[in-house]
């Protein structure tokens, strides 16, 4: 951490507002379980036990306990309610019996990982962050990190049966992995399911993304229950995706990603042209039509050409792939034209990454992308129109994005 941030941080911890929003924090939430409680009781009011006394009583609190959240750590004691038959008991559901740490705290801890914080230091650094109170152990740590790799293994292995999907998006992720000669590659595939909400579909350790490890996704999918492949899967130029793509789902549309495509033309041309032709990669694929973005394929092909035949044969290159988007809703066209999805996602995992020695071994990355990768799933919203999905899955005619009526 830079010196100038370090004393920023340092001022901000100083600042009564801190202390005064913990004590705000902690008085609030000790009205809200004691409303909670005294619910509970109204709920048996009229209960009584064999001897005419009530049945459900306040009975003093339980041991004070603390609990670690995004600004700190909070002490509270909870209430004790005592059933005088012994049948019922009383639970929170607001601090749960065994709850010592918020979930977002819990959420944080991944990325420290992949920061490349050791399991020894992240008290130290969760200190910094959010006061010196806060303490967390390296078993504590340890225990998560078991407890997630079991989660991963519990969803790689999940029931596919009743699931099907409209989209994929493919992409290889590489991060620095410690004592590993060659950089780790993540296999990550992400779907829209017909109610068009997005999915992690499958994330798992790969070879440089060869055929072979695109096809153990996609038979493990099929074993698993995945009765068929998504009408469409948008990905890079990567050849093993598309080879195992084309033997396991052959009905499946392939688009390739316009992100990656302009970025491999532009490598193969001067930095002082670049501009001029990125502008003009982009009329290609946001042309409101597929006859308009041939021509505007040819106004390419006639200017750079003559001088940089690299770039324009990269372009040429799977021409057909990089317009199957004209065949969908146009609605659709901003979800389906690149793999963003996947790259916006893992973006922050990268840097976080880039700059380390490493982040640990090849299943230690694993879990914890998976993690970061589910927390971020929640956020993840439907894609627009997703009504109209069902009629892309029952095979209805698209042309230039518009539903194509049976004549």
Request: hydrophobic share 35%; glycine share 6%; net charge positive.
């Given at each position: 951490?830079?010196?100038?941030?370090?004393?920023?941080?340092?001022?901000?911890?100083?600042?009564?507002?801190?202390?005064?929003?913990?004590?705000?924090?902690?008085?609030?939430?000790?009205?809200?379980v004691?409303a909670e409680?005294?619910?509970?009781?109204?709920?048996f009011?009229?209960?009584?036990d064999?001897?005419?006394?009530?049945?459900?009583?306040?009975?003093?609190?339980h041991k004070e306990?603390?609990?670690?959240?995004?600004?700190?750590?909070?002490?509270?004691q909870?209430?004790?309610?005592?059933?005088?038959?012994g049948?019922?008991?009383?639970?929170?559901?607001?601090?749960?019996?065994?709850?010592?740490?918020?979930?977002?705290?819990?959420?944080f801890?991944?990325?420290?990982?992949l920061?490349?914080?050791?399991?020894?230091?992240?008290?130290?650094?969760?200190?910094?962050l959010?006061?010196?109170?806060?303490?967390?152990?390296?078993?504590?740590?340890v225990?998560?990190?078991?407890?997630?790799?079991?989660?991963?293994?519990?969803?790689?292995?999940?029931?596919?049966?009743?699931?099907?999907?409209?989209?994929w998006?493919?992409?290889g992720?590489?991060?620095?992995?410690?004592?590993?000669?060659?950089?780790?590659?993540?296999?990550?595939?992400?779907?829209?399911?017909?109610?068009?909400?997005?999915?992690?579909?499958?994330?798992?350790?790969?070879?440089?993304?060869?055929?072979l490890?695109?096809?153990?996704?996609?038979?493990d999918?099929?074993?698993r229950?995945?009765?068929?492949?998504?009408r469409?899967?948008?990905?890079?130029?990567?050849?093993?995706f598309?080879?195992?793509?084309?033997?396991?789902?052959p009905?499946?549309?392939?688009?390739?990603?316009?992100?990656?495509?302009t970025?491999?033309v532009?490598?193969k041309m001067?930095?002082s042209?670049?501009?001029?032709?990125?502008?003009?990669?982009?009329?290609?694929?946001?042309?409101?039509?597929?006859?308009?973005a041939?021509?505007?394929?040819?106004?390419?092909?006639?200017?750079?050409?003559?001088?940089y035949?690299?770039?324009?044969?990269?372009?040429?290159?799977?021409?057909?792939?990089?317009?199957?988007?004209?065949?969908?809703?146009?609605?659709?066209?901003?979800?389906?034209?690149?793999?963003?999805?996947?790259?916006?996602?893992?973006?922050?995992?990268?840097?976080?990454?880039?700059?380390?020695?490493?982040?640990?071994?090849?299943?230690?990355?694993l879990?914890m992308?998976f993690?970061?990768?589910k927390?971020a799933?929640?956020?993840?919203?439907?894609?627009?129109?997703?009504?109209?999905?069902?009629?892309?899955?029952?095979?209805?005619?698209?042309?230039?994005?518009?539903?194509?009526?049976?004549?």
């Amino acid at each position: 951490m830079k010196e100038f941030d370090r004393e920023i941080l340092q001022e901000f911890q100083k600042a009564p507002f801190e202390e005064a929003l913990k004590e705000l924090a902690q008085y609030v939430l000790k009205r809200v379980v004691f409303a909670e409680a005294k619910d509970f009781l109204k709920q048996f009011t009229n209960c009584y036990d064999s001897y005419g006394r009530k049945r459900l009583v306040r009975n003093g609190y339980h041991k004070e306990r603390q609990i670690l959240w995004s600004g700190g750590s909070i002490s509270i004691q909870m209430p004790r309610i005592r059933d005088r038959e012994g049948k019922i008991k009383y639970q929170s559901h607001i601090i749960p019996r065994y709850l010592r740490r918020s979930d977002k705290l819990e959420k944080f801890i991944p990325y420290l990982y992949l920061k490349g914080v050791s399991t020894g230091d992240f008290s130290d650094v969760l200190g910094c962050l959010l006061g010196k109170d806060v303490q967390l152990s390296s078993s504590t740590v340890v225990n998560l990190k078991e407890r997630w790799m079991e989660e991963y293994r519990e969803w790689a292995k999940r029931d596919l049966s009743d699931t099907e999907y409209v989209y994929w998006w493919a992409d290889g992720v590489y991060f620095n992995v410690r004592m590993e000669n060659e950089r780790s590659c993540l296999l990550v595939l992400m779907g829209v399911r017909a109610d068009g909400k997005k999915e992690l579909v499958a994330v798992c350790d790969g070879y440089r993304e060869s055929k072979l490890s695109w096809k153990e996704i996609c038979l493990d999918l099929k074993k698993r229950g995945l009765k068929k492949g998504p009408r469409l899967a948008i990905g890079d130029g990567s050849l093993g995706f598309w080879a195992a793509l084309a033997e396991e789902f052959p009905e499946t549309k392939e688009q390739r990603c316009w992100v990656h495509k302009t970025a491999n033309v532009l490598d193969k041309m001067p930095k002082s042209y670049q501009s001029q032709a990125k502008r003009k990669i982009h009329e290609i694929y946001m042309a409101p039509t597929k006859k308009e973005a041939y021509r505007a394929f040819d106004d390419f092909v006639k200017m750079y050409e003559a001088k940089y035949c690299r770039a324009v044969d990269c372009l040429l290159e799977s021409k057909q792939e990089t317009l199957a988007f004209y065949d969908f809703p146009a609605q659709h066209w901003k979800h389906i034209r690149s793999t963003n999805p996947i790259e916006s996602t893992f973006a922050t995992v990268r840097h976080r990454t880039k700059r380390t020695k490493g982040c640990g071994s090849k299943d230690a990355t694993l879990m914890m992308v998976f993690k970061l990768a589910k927390i971020a799933e929640e956020r993840w919203h439907r894609i627009n129109k997703y009504a109209l999905i069902p009629l892309v899955m029952k095979g209805k005619v698209f042309e230039d994005g518009v539903l194509k009526e049976a004549a």
